[in-house]
């Protein structure tokens, strides 16, 4: 399968997984590689740019196909080691990056003057735009069905997809709501020249990610997620427990002020730990709609050649039998 982005990341099907912090380790991006598709290293996961370049090179020891780093910025993060991420990210010779967060001028610019190429994920039209102005080489458009967060506009992939097509020149990676060969057919209809997910290769195999709670979220149907957040104007898709249902219950009463008011329940540290531990309903866990279309935890080369087979079949027979 063949397409600019497959060109640009120098890989062999137009299949992305994106930096999901904490579960994106060198044990899934090395699968992911291996699988003949294209994983980004969380970098925001890590405490410093020192433990990011061991990362790296764990990453090589399992793999030799190409591989990128996520490098989510945030305002709000004060203490992080972005510098150091940086430079280790361009010391070691990574070739792709997947910039998120806040304005990533700076970033790009570092980058693009050391030859790494840019992928930056966003959630709106005008901010593609933007990122395609600043140099990025490629976006990542992340539509209303996502993890995370999908932004304040509340539009899904169906439109988002092709609007952002339409107002780029560069290759656009379609993300929120991917997880199979017909996904994949249906991104490459609407312009987009691959796909990115997080929550179908979060249910891998090779995801760090405790096996109770991929059992429990295998459970779970597109209705299974929620939005903490909204009341402060920074939503997150996350999944629907018992400590979810928490955060919205003290948003719907008015307690929530601002991020603050909710930090003892969704902050990172917490749900890291439980994703580790197994503890179901202590964490308030990232997890996209898609989740209610995932019935199994396949290895990750398993899941790359079903997508891909399914694809070809679904373009080469269905749909082609249908304009016969």
Known sequence: ???????????????????????????????????????????????????????????????????????????????????????AIIDTGVTAVETAGSNPAKYIALFKAAGVKVMHKCTTVRHAVKAEQLGADAVSIDGFECAG????????????????????????????????????VAALALGAEG??????????KESPLHETIKQA??????????????????????WRNSLAQQALDMEASGQVKGHHDLESLIAGPRW??????????????????????????????ELVESIVQEARQVAGRRLAAMFA
């Open 1 to 87: 399968m063949k397409s600019r982005l497959t060109e640009l990341l120098n890989v062999e099907y137009p299949i992305i997984q994106g930096g999901m912090r904490w579960v994106a380790n060198a044990q899934l991006v090395a699968a992911v590689a291996n699988a003949g598709a294209f994983g980004f290293l969380s970098a925001h996961t890590l405490a410093d740019g020192k433990a990011l370049r061991h990362e790296i090179a764990r990453v090589r020891e399992l793999t030799d196909k190409p591989f990128g780093v996520n490098l989510t910025v945030l305002a709000a993060n004060s203490g992080i080691d972005y510098d150091g991420y940086v430079e």
């Open 149 to 184: 967060h999908p932004g304040r506009d509340d539009v899904p992939g169906l439109v988002l997809i092709p609007a952002a097509v339409d107002a780029l020149s560069i290759p656009v990676a379609a993300c929120g709501g991917f997880s199979d060969g017909r996904s994949l």
């Open 195 to 204: 796909i990115n997910m997080g929550t179908r290769f979060m249910l891998t």
């Open 217 to 238: 979220m295998l459970e779970s149907t597109e209705r299974d997620t929620v939005l903490v957040g909204r009341s402060y104007g920074d939503p997150a898709r996350v």
């Open 272 to 301: 890291m730990k439980a994703m580790a531990d197994g503890n179901v309903d202590d964490g308030v866990f990232p997890l996209g709609m898609v989740a209610g279309r995932i019935t199994d935890i396949p290895a990750c080369k």
